[in-house]
């Protein structure tokens, strides 16, 4: 909990119920750049392990590299599907 003071009058307690809240409040580049931010926290929390693909650990002599192979085959088509309809 963060608590603010905003001249003699006015606090405002920081909390996980009124921070979206406050932030539109400021509006401006403040919430253009953390509301984003806040809504992808909200929904990484909402995962569950079977969300997750485990890729398979490159070659030790090779630099790490992002690459198809790295993924198993039953997971990139789940991936490719949930891209497809807009899933994040």
């Keep these: 909990m963060c608590l603010f003071n905003y001249g003699l009058l006015s606090k405002?307690?920081?909390d996980a119920s009124?921070?979206?809240e406050e932030i539109r409040k400021?509006?401006?580049?403040?919430?253009?750049?953390?509301?984003?931010?806040?809504?992808?926290?909200?929904w990484s929390g909402k995962l569950t392990e079977s969300d997750f693909?485990?890729?398979k650990k490159p070659e030790p002599s090779r630099g790490w590299q992002?690459?198809?192979d790295l993924?198993?085959?039953?997971?990139?088509a789940t991936i490719r599907s949930r891209y497809e309809i807009g899933d994040k």
């Design 53 to 55: 693909a485990v890729l």
């Design 18 to 20: 009124s921070l979206e």
């Design 26 to 42: 400021i509006g401006g580049n403040l919430e253009k750049e953390i509301l984003p931010l806040i809504e992808l926290a909200k």
């Design 71 to 76: 993924f198993p085959e039953e997971s990139l």
């Design 12 to 14: 405002t307690i920081l």
């Design 66 to 68: 992002c690459s198809r």
